[in-house]
């Protein structure tokens, strides 16, 4: 059977016309462009490295070590002397702390009374003592003056009051004599006259805690001196002390009303002596080896400040423990957990050298990225290394 072929109405192909192939070749070269951007754009951020260098701060670290000092040198000590004093003192102190409340009280001072006479001169107690302005005061026991010569003692006013107080040089005549002897035998003021008006405030402990401190230092200084006078080594220039407070005692009670107390202590003083190269060579030592594993000395043979701790004391045997803490300048060797990278990642060279240097332990901060021409940090956090100088 034979097919007959119609003709499409309206003089048209049944089929569409295939598309112009210039299109074809436009849509193709995008693609292929697009795709050489996104490589090269990949070969670009794969290619970015960089290397943070961290010049790390020098820091205040605190090592505690420990060593033996004797006298009868053996391995592992120090050569060194070990004394011990028992020392005591009475001190006079004033109340300052609170409201003062005026008294009035009796004057008193020591005055010192010269005889010129070529005999000695017998006084007795309460014998009057006048000073130019008719001031009467009275010695407050028996003395005899040597002939040509003085004898200190202590005086008091014949009545109660301020005016009786003085703080300059007073002469005195002694009523009681002759004329013609008192000339021969008279008295001057050595101290200030005080006492005919105090002002009083409550004695408290942390008075007596002042006092306490103070004069437990002026018995410290006493005992270094003693201490090292008895040991005798010029050699052993250095030493370090321990002290025990044996007994104390206040003329005042907590609470009382006064204006000056006596405080009295005795103190057990035991002294620790050793030569200053020999004690720094050990420490030295053993500082290095006791060294955080992370940290070494910012300056190898660099000073340290000492502190000293006399521990378990033998003072027979002359022997002693002391723990010593030693602070020396450390600087990090690794910088593990030091920078956040997170916080430089993407950033402009600038931006995040100074991010990185206001980091607690930089002290400064160098960045290096390679291709060199590129001026911000890759985003890659593994593209990032830190390390330290």
């Given at each position: ?13 049944p089929f569409p016309a295939p598309p112009i192939s210039g299109l074809y070749q436009k849509i193709a070269m995008s693609f292929i ?105 009275r010695i407050s026991e028996n003395v005899t003056v040597p002939a040509k010569g003085t004898i200190d003692v202590k005086a008091y ?233």
């Amino acid at each position: 059977m034979a097919i007959r072929h119609q003709k499409h109405r309206g003089g048209r192909d049944p089929f569409p016309a295939p598309p112009i192939s210039g299109l074809y070749q436009k849509i193709a070269m995008s693609f292929i462009g697009l795709t050489v951007v996104i490589v090269l754009a990949a070969l670009w951020f794969s290619s970015v490295r960089a290397t943070v260098w961290i010049t790390p701060s020098r820091e205040s670290t605190p090592i505690n070590v420990s060593m033996a000092i004797t006298r009868n040198h053996a391995d592992g000590t120090l050569y060194g002397r070990v004394v011990q004093g028992v020392f005591e003192r009475v001190q006079e102190f004033q109340v300052t702390k609170g409201d003062a409340k005026k008294v009035t009280g009796v004057s008193m001072g020591t005055v010192r009374i010269t005889n010129t006479n070529s005999q000695p001169q017998a006084l007795v107690k309460t014998t009057r003592l006048l000073t130019n302005d008719e001031r009467l005061y009275r010695i407050s026991e028996n003395v005899t003056v040597p002939a040509k010569g003085t004898i200190d003692v202590k005086a008091y006013a014949d009545e109660t009051g301020p005016t009786f107080d003085f703080t300059n040089k007073q002469k005195f005549t002694i009523p009681g004599l002759s004329d013609s002897m008192q000339k021969l035998v008279y008295a001057e003021s050595v101290t200030p006259f005080t006492g005919g008006e105090r002002n009083i405030r409550v004695f408290t402990q942390e008075d007596a805690d002042a006092s306490a401190k103070v004069l437990q230092d002026a018995i410290l200084e006493e005992a270094k001196k003693t201490l090292r006078a008895n040991i005798g080594e010029a050699s052993l220039s250095e030493g370090t002390y321990r002290t025990e407070i044996v007994d104390k005692n206040t003329s005042a009670t907590i609470g009382d009303e006064t204006d000056a107390y006596l405080m009295s202590m005795k103190l057990n003083v035991t002294g620790v002596f050793y030569a200053k190269q020999d004690l720094n060579a050990a420490i030295q030592s053993l500082v290095e080896k006791s060294i955080p594993k992370d940290r070494k000395l910012a300056t190898a043979g660099e000073s340290m400040k000492l502190s000293f701790d006399v521990k378990d004391v033998d003072a027979a045997n002359e022997k002693a423990n002391i723990d010593v803490t030693a602070e020396v300048l450390t600087k990090r060797t690794s910088a593990e957990g030091l920078v956040d990278k997170t916080i430089i990642l993407g950033q402009p060279i600038a931006d995040a050298q100074r991010l990185i240097e206001k980091i607690n332990g930089v002290e400064s901060a160098e960045i290096i990225v390679k291709p060199s021409w590129v001026r911000r940090l890759p985003t890659l956090k593994d593209h990032v290394t830190v390390k330290v100088r």
